[in-house]
């Protein structure tokens, strides 16, 4: 993100006239959720919402997405939360599948990722990871580096639904690793190390669009397209 990030979280990043966060807030109210925390880490002094928890992850510079995760573990415990990374957009139908989906771990994947990514690389292979399913939707693996399209049936998006029992599972795994391995655990290793472990893990399949930021030609390119749909980054009902 270069200096973008230097004095701000990432998801202060604007795009189409409101922050990454605005637009999440967005989509999660309109998929009907009104109870939201947020994991605050960098900079978390201007994480400060009315109405919204904060969760504190004061080891953020020494650990990973999985240690953030589970410091919002009182609330995993107690109900089904849906879980967003905080560097991608997505509209309110978008939530809405996930909220409806069957399964205790669910995560959504872009079925038409290709159109975006080779946008954004040129050779979309240059940051895709293997993504499989079975015919019943549960993925088979995901997160290992390609050698061909064919081992990419979609795109993680960073967005999830656990389940109490689900969260559970995560924990009892967690509990099997050391600490310096829960530090380094990123969330795609994560639903890698489950699926291995057996534990179920649902899909969602998404073709609305949605936009991951990992640079600032990101922002670019996606303001591109919201101002070529004058102004709005989904097109009319998302």
Known sequence: MGGLTDSQPKCFSVLGGKTLLDWQLEAVRGGGIEEI??????????????????FENVRWAESNMVVSLACASQWLRADTCIVTY???????????????????????????????????????????????????GRLLEIGRK??????????????????????????????????????????????????????????????????EVDSKSDLDLYQQIAEAHGGNLWPEGC
């Not at 925390?37 to 904060?54: A, D, E, N």
């Not at 990419?152 to 656990?162: K, N, S, T, V």
Request: glycine share 6%; aromatic share 12%; net charge negative.
């Open 86 to 136: 905080s560097d991608i957009v997505f509209p309110a139908s978008t939530v809405r599948m996930l909220v409806r989906a069957e399964g205790d771990i669910v995560i959504t994947y872009d079925v038409n990722w290709r159109q975006l990514w080779q946008r954004r690389f040129g050779d979309p292979l240059v940051d895709a990871e293997t993504f499989r399913i079975d015919s019943d």
């Open 37 to 54: 925390g947020i994991v605050r880490g960098y900079r978390s002094s201007q994480l400060t919402f009315s109405g919204l928890h904060c």
């Open 146 to 211: 390609p050698t061909a399209f064919s081992e990419i049936e979609g795109q993680y998006m960073g967005l999830l639904r656990f389940t109490p029992s689900g969260w559970s599972r995560v924990e009892a795994f967690l509990g099997t690793l050391k600490p310096d391995a829960i530090d380094r655990l990123d969330m795609t290793t994560l639903i890698q190390r489950l699926i291995e472990q057996r534990v179920p893990i649902s899909t969602v399949p998404v073709t609305q669009p949605w936009y």
